[in-house]
């Protein structure tokens, strides 16, 4: 059965975004794109929100056009294309290729995606990976912690009640530039 595996960068002190949702201050050099496309190559589809959804189909699907986007830019581009995207929103009424729009986050349709064939499945953004969060529906997390702290935004973890959720340390991964990889699973 496929897995839920949120893939999220954040900061030292657990923002995935700014105030303003800026994301300028993680530090994805060539060496973090190249892994972060080891790991995206590996997916069956990609979860994601609205607004991530639109941010990435603004850029991606024609990035590699652009001789200035050589490299593993170029290569994700080709990736992000490739892969099923399912678009969680209530508001949008059409997505690009390769893409499905889902109106809400039922578990028992999540549970039908895990069943489905293919690759895990990996839920980005911060509003969409917070509903998954709540229902408890992520089966293993890859944490990039960047160095640099930005002191409020959108928290990787907001408060959402309850009592602890255990995991277990798969492994770490740090990069020249001082990013840190963190996997964990469910036990």
């Known amino acids: 059965m496929r ?9 030292l002190d657990g923002y995935v975004e700014g105030p303003d949702r800026q994301i300028d201050w993680a530090l994805v050099d060539d060496e ?3 892994h972060l496309n080891e790991e995206a190559r590996a997916m069956g589809g990609f979860l994601e929100g609205r607004v991530t959804y639109e941010l990435m189909e603004e ?3 024609t990035a590699d056009a652009d001789p200035a986007n050589a490299g593993p830019m170029a290569e994700f581009a080709a990736i992000w294309r490739d892969t099923p995207k399912y678009v969680y ?3 949008l009424r059409q997505v690009g290729d390769n893409a499905t729009i889902v109106r809400e986050v039922l578990p028992e349709e999540v549970a039908a995606l895990k ?3 293919g690759g895990d499945l990996g839920v980005g953004g911060a509003g969409l990976a917070a509903a998954f969060l ?3 529906l992520v089966d293993a997390y890859r944490i ?3 160095p640099v702290r930005i002191g409020r935004g959108t928290p990787l973890f907001p408060h ?3 009592g602890p959720v255990p995991l277990r340390l798969e492994g770490t991964h740090t990069f020249g530039n001082g990013v840190v990889q963190l996997r964990y699973t469910r036990p």
């Not at 897995?3 to 900061?11: A, E, G």
Request: overall charge positive; charged content about 10%; cysteine-free.
């Open 3 to 11: 897995q839920i595996i949120l893939m999220m960068s954040m900061s």
């Open 32 to 34: 973090v794109h190249r």
């Open 59 to 61: 850029f991606w699907p």
């Open 89 to 91: 929103s209530r508001t």
């Open 115 to 117: 069943a489905a064939p």
């Open 134 to 136: 709540a229902h408890d």
């Open 144 to 146: 990039y912690v960047h």
């Open 160 to 162: 959402l009640g309850g």
